[in-house]
């Protein structure tokens, strides 16, 4: 089974500031088939990013993933109010396994 | 706009059994593979059974592999998660998923969720 290991477990910034998640997979993500989630409190995990770069419909082109083989990351160009929340990785290249999750809050 | 809504959970003893059930509109669901994913309380998430569009195959995650049965209803565009033998590690937010097959039912991905049915299992 890939592990996904994101970091940092928490990411402390303001509004407008950029923001960047890490997911390193155990062994390579074949594919790169690699995905993003937003989960807001009380809410069910929102797709952001499939393929480890291409942005699921409708979300805002702040967003934006990059990486391959083991090391991937989802960048918040300039953190918007609504942006703070849990993110989760997902590889999809092996199985399916999720990432324990970056939790990006107010600073 | 797709929505999907699950409904059934509820607390349960442990060893009991209960069935959720995800209805779905503004999409077919016969065109979609269907998934369940849970989340126990403040921790991530996990995929727990997967179903083909038809309903012919369908896979489990270890954990529940022999307790949990997945099922659809294509005319209902309905899905359903039979859980039987209900552990205390079972208790957790069941999300049913809309899913995007990469390789057949063996790499996907989740485009759609529902808002999810608390599952609480204890004595």
């Known amino acids: 089974e890939i592990v996904l290991t994101q970091s940092p477990g928490t990411l402390s910034l303001s509004p407008g500031e950029r923001a960047t998640l890490s997911c390193r997979a155990s062994q390579s993500v074949g594919s790169n088939y690699l995905a993003w989630y937003q989960q807001k409190p009380g809410q069910a995990p929102r797709l952001l990013i499939y393929?480890?770069?291409s942005r699921a419909t409708g979300i805002p082109d702040r967003f934006s993933g990059s990486g391959s083989g083991t090391d991937f990351s989802l960048t918040i160009s300039r953190l918007q109010p609504e942006d703070f929340a849990v993110y989760y990785c997902?590889?999809?290249?092996?199985?399916?396994?999720f990432g324990g999750g970056t939790k990006v809050e107010i600073k | 706009e797709v929505q999907l809504l699950e409904s059934g959970g509820g607390l349960v003893q442990p060893g009991g059994s209960l069935r959720l059930s995800c209805t779905v509109s503004e999409f077919t669901i016969s065109n979609y593979a269907m998934s369940w994913v849970r989340q126990a309380p403040g921790k991530g998430l996990e995929w727990v059974s997967i179903?083909?569009?038809?309903?012919?195959?369908?896979y489990y995650a270890d954990s529940v592999k022999g307790r949990f049965t997945i099922s659809r209803d294509n005319s209902k565009n309905t899905l359903w998660l039979q859980m039987n033998s209900l552990r205390a590690e079972d208790t957790a937010i069941y999300y049913c998923?809309?899913?995007?097959?990469?390789?057949?039912?063996?790499?996907?991905?989740?485009?759609?969720w529902g808002q999810g049915t608390l599952v609480t299992v204890s004595s």
């Open positions: 998923a809309k899913t995007v097959m990469v390789r057949g039912l063996i790499t996907y991905y989740f485009d759609y």
């Open positions: 997902q590889q999809y290249g092996t199985s399916s396994t």
């Open positions: 179903i083909s569009g038809s309903g012919g195959t369908a």
């Open positions: 393929d480890a770069s």
